[in-house]
């Protein structure tokens, strides 16, 4: 298991600074997610790491060792790329193979580690396959084996499920991350879906403007978020204009207290208020009680299992969600009081 530290890392195309300050440890055996929305840095930064790219500045610490200098092919990284790049005009087996065969691999060692590879990707008796006689899901799986065949001492994945359905690639991603904690393979996985991100990685890493915004746990991020951008950009989430006013918050002419957040914020200031769907409370209209609105459905989104409630609050859009068993029935157009527990409420700085 290795261990990769980035220090101070930056490029600049030109003009363009592409990434910028990025200082991150990602520790021996973990799953780190880039995770960002296109342009935000993540690609780069991925082929500083392979060394398809040189930082402007920084360096690249693996166990300790600089290995910023280290060319792409002795630094014994496994990678995927969205496009896959396998060789159409070789076999499955000579695909996995390739890199063993470069290093002068004979052909019974070459066979012998590609069928191993199927096996544990979970497509054995392919080997004498082309690969374009292969499903998309397929042809996934033999790219992620070819990668593996090194022995990697780093595993970088960019965007390597973006090409699949939806279905496949939620399935992918669970077989990928059992696939990652098998070997114990340091891995970095660069992504824009946060869903993939939540279901996969052991640390997310926010990228905004080239800049890391804030790096976690998966529910740490989920639950305090450092700023709006990552609120907005990790699940859905409630994100409301308040004012601050002493030790409490003004929404419109509701008064609502937060639990914590509110320290170090003058009065006066704008703020954000970020409430998770999940965690706003639907009550009857005319309820009174603390941290309530009044408002008006404005929309009824019911996918089976789960429901999601908007809420028009004079003419602040709010969204609940819960379990369909949890829900009495609503419909668009009825009055409706809306509760914004304490506890769930997290200010974040304008
Ligand atoms: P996407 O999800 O769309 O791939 P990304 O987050 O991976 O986006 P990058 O591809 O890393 O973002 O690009 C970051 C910024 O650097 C962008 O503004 C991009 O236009 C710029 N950039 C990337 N590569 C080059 C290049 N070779 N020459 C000039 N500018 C570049």
Redo the contacts with the bound molecule.
Sequence with gaps: MHELRLQGIAKD??R?T??TDVDLAVPAGKLVCFL??????????LRIIAGLESPTKGQLLLDGRDVTPVPTHQRNFGMVFQSLALFDHLTVGENIAYALRIRGADKATQRKRAEELLALVQLPGVADRHVSQLSGGQRQRVAIARALAIDPRLFLLD?PLSALDAKLREAMQIELRQLQQRLGVTTIL?T?DQREAMTMADIIVV?GK?RIQQSGAPLEIYRRPANAFVADFIGTGNLLPVRVDGGTLRLGDTVLTASEGLGGLASGAGATLLVRPEEVQLRPAGEAGPNRVAGTVDFVRDVGNSVEVYVDCAGTRLVAAAARKDLPPIAAGQSITVELPPESCVVLAA
């Design positions: 195309y030109g363009v592409a990434v960002g929305p296109s342009g935000c840095g993540k690609t780069t930064l965007e660069v824009h990228m080239g």
